[in-house]
């Protein structure tokens, strides 16, 4: 209830005014309001912002198959973005611009908001924007990739976002990034087989 109460709120929102004079609707984030474990991405897309979900395009897609591949759903995790409003491009302008820290600063109030009543063991922040926005750490992903943060006594781990990984498609990447959700799982923890364990890996090393 809490949560919806705040979904309904942040719907009407317009602190950002330019921002909300171009998005279509607010995104503001989907999964299990009792969920163990938190994806937080950066922004909505094109996709998302007419859907109103986040990581429902090509992204989204694959962190879909990354949470299956960990033996869950979508439905029993929480995803949300540090921005719930698409960040405004020029008329006919292509693809997405990154959130200016303004922005993020204004928005977060409402992610830490959702953390705070979720209350997930463990959040996963996919690409150095969201860890950005919610460590203000400013190294990259490569540097804090593989080992956890903190972020309000809730264990975080950084790692690449699935954008990166649909533009840079090397298997020591997928291996990286499979090595990062293999530790949120040791963390949860949930079961992990032999065969998990092994994804990315046997190409990588014949
Ligand atoms: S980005 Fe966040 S703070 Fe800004 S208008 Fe949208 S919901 Fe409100």
């Known amino acids: 209830m809490r ?3 705040l979904r ?3 719907a009407g929102c317009r602190r950002c005014a330019h921002l909300a004079s171009f998005r279509s609707q607010v995104v503001f984030g989907v999964g ?3 969920a163990r474990l938190l994806f937080a991405g950066e922004a909505p897309g094109a996709e998302e912002d007419r859907l109103g979900e986040p990581f429902v395009g090509p ?4 962190l879909t198959r990354m949470i299956q591949a960990m ?3 979508r439905e029993d995790v929480y995803i949300a973005n540090i921005l719930k409003c698409r960040p405004d491009l020029p008329p006919g302008t292509p693809g997405n611009r990154r959130p200016t820290p303004e922005e993020m600063e204004t928005c977060l109030p409402y992610l ?3 953390i705070g009543i979720i ?3 463990v959040i996963v922040a996919l690409g150095a924007t969201a860890l950005e926005g919610l460590t203000g750490l400013r190294k990259g992903i490569s540097t804090l990739r593989g080992s956890f943060l903190d972020f309000q006594g809730i264990p975080l781990l950084p790692t690449f976002h699935p954008s990166y990984l649909l533009h840079n498609p090397s298997l020591k990447l997928k291996r ?3 090595e990062d959700l293999l530790l949120v799982m040791e963390r949860l923890p949930l079961p992990i087989s032999d065969r998990q364990r092994g994804f990315f890996l046997t190409k990588a090393q014949p």
């Open 59 to 62: 992204a989204g897609k694959l």
């Open 3 to 5: 949560l919806q109460a």
């Open 112 to 114: 830490r908001e959702q």
């Open 176 to 178: 990286q990034v499979w």
């Open 71 to 73: 033996g869950l759903e």
């Open 8 to 10: 309904e709120k942040t």
């Open 32 to 34: 299990n309001p009792h």
């Open 119 to 121: 209350q997930p063991e």
